[in-house]
């Protein structure tokens, strides 16, 4: 099997490239700019291909897909966060969210079909709890994850009748260096407000991923990973 993760590098893209390596996938995963994590990463999982390429690029996610002949898996995971109140946050970074956020999505989505037609595949796209719920001070954020949702929707019956699913995940709150901008007592005071009283771990996310991977007859679902949030 061949699989493609973006954001593969840390966090839940790291734990999906990990199981999928595991069960011996020919794994390639995207980062963006990241290069001690990328080489933390190339340690750790020396069988997966790492690749800086930055998935709201056209040109460079082409030239990606130009590596594969087929492709099995696809796992749209790279994300930004983007946390201000709407009256601060600037035209241009709420361009750049939904460029990588959902343009990403998008992207690599259109050269994925593109190797998948014929074939058949599985696609898996992470959105996020505030993309079904919407997050104060992260409307820019929720928009995009959002978008995700509805984009997972409306690709998930385009593409059935070629044998290729699409599916959506959306992680509640995950111990990731995403999260690292939390205080100690900021932690607390969230993983209280959850059913399960803790963040989720990136293998929790990835153990749902692998499972809409490998399900034929699942397609056009968003499947939460949140703790009860
Ligand atoms: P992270 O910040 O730890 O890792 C993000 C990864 O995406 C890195 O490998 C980074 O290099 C890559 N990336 C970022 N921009 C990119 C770009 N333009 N092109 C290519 N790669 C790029 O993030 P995480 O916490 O593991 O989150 C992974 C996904 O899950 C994101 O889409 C995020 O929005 C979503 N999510 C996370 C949480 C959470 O609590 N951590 C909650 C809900 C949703």
Known sequence: MRAL?????????????????????????LYSSDEAAAERARQLLPAVEFLRADVSNEEAVKK?????????????NAGIPLYAQVQDTTLSAWERVMAVN????????????????????????????WGEEGGSCESAYSASKGAVIAFTKALARELAPAGITVNCVTPGVIDTAMNGHL???????????????????????????LFLLDNSYVTGQVLGVNGGF
Do not use: Y
Not at 15 to 23: K, M, Q
Not at 65 to 74: E, G, N, W
């Open 102 to 129: 959902a343009g990403g999505t998008f992207l690599c989505c259109k050269h994925a079909v593109k190797k998948m037609l014929g074939r058949g595949g599985t696609i898996v796209n992470i959105s996020s709890v």
């Open 5 to 29: 993760v973006t954001g593969g590098t840390r966090g839940i893209g790291l734990a999906v490239c990990r199981l999928l390596s595991e069960r011996g996938e020919k794994v390639t995963a």
């Open 64 to 76: 990606v897909f130009t590596r594969f002949s087929s492709l099995d898996h696809l796992v749209n």
């Open 183 to 209: 205080s100690e007592e900021e932690k607390r005071a969230l993983a209280e407000e959850i059913p399960l009283g803790r963040f989720g771990t990136p293998e929790e996310v990835a153990r749902a991923v």
